[in-house]
């Protein structure tokens, strides 16, 4: 079945690890996004991708840093993981602007950071 | 300045009842997206329209453009109901989204 899929769906690790959550969609669609969610925040962009070897920053990348090397992929590392990183993360993906597709997003990863 | 905002924040109905959730937006947009995440779950697409009105089961989503205004409505609520409803519009910079912060309802049986 088509759809987006991260992984692991939670993860507790030490501060000062690295980290990597995973994504993987098989729409072939164009843009990729990672988000986090808090309390009180609601979503937030960390990076995004319009394609496969083109990323940008969002609203809030600091302490990651992420790879599209193939369309379907779109791995977040978290280079050395602070406890402020504690969120839920969520990978979505949608087809090029002009298309007007929907915004399909993961199932989710909560990372708690100790 | 929030490019989107909902309402209401919170809200609590009976079983059977009519809600009604409302966003405003402030940027002009191709399409609207409304988003269904449970709790502790994912985050889904219920609607995404650009005039007039959607209907899905018993979800209802309309949208003015005119007014940058759109409201989601849900007929005879029910307890599975229960989710937080968000609201998404496009930025217009690289497919990025303006979110709203959520309208969290609770259906009490």
């Known amino acids: 079945d088509a759809g987006i899929t991260q992984s692991p769906r939670y993860k507790i690790t030490e501060t000062g690890r690295q980290v990597t959550l995973m994504c993987h969609q098989t729409?072939?669609?164009?843009?990729m996004f990672w988000y986090r969610q808090d309390l009180g925040h609601g979503l937030r962009l960390i990076y995004y991708?319009?394609?496969?070897?083109?990323?940008d920053k969002g609203e809030v990348p600091d302490g990651y840093v992420v790879s599209r090397s193939k369309t379907e992929n779109f791995p977040l590392t978290l280079e050395s993981a602070t406890r402020s990183q504690t969120s839920v993360y969520f990978c979505?993906?949608?087809?090029?602007?002009?298309?007007?597709?929907?915004?399909?997003f993961g199932n989710g990863t909560r990372l708690t950071v100790t | 300045k929030n490019e989107v905002e909902q309402s209401p924040q919170n809200l609590t109905a009976q079983e059977g009842e009519f809600i009604t959730i409302n966003c405003s937006y402030s940027?002009?947009?191709?399409?609207l997206h409304w988003l269904q995440q449970h709790p502790g779950g994912g985050i889904v697409s219920l609607f995404m329209?650009?005039?007039g009105k959607k209907k899905h089961g018993r979800l209802i989503a309309t949208i003015n453009i005119q007014e940058k205004h759109s409201s989601l409505h849900i007929t005879a609520s029910h307890p599975r109901d229960s989710a937080v409803y968000i609201c998404?519009?496009?930025?217009?910079?690289?497919?990025?989204?303006?979110f709203g912060t959520g309208t969290s309802l609770t259906v009490i049986p």
């Open positions: 729409w072939s669609h164009s843009y």
């Open positions: 991708s319009a394609a496969a070897d083109i990323t």
């Open positions: 979505a993906s949608s087809g090029d602007i002009g298309d007007n597709s929907p915004l399909h």
């Open positions: 940027v002009g947009i191709s399409a």
């Open positions: 998404a519009v496009p930025s217009g910079v690289g497919n990025q989204f303006y």
């Open positions: 329209l650009s005039s």
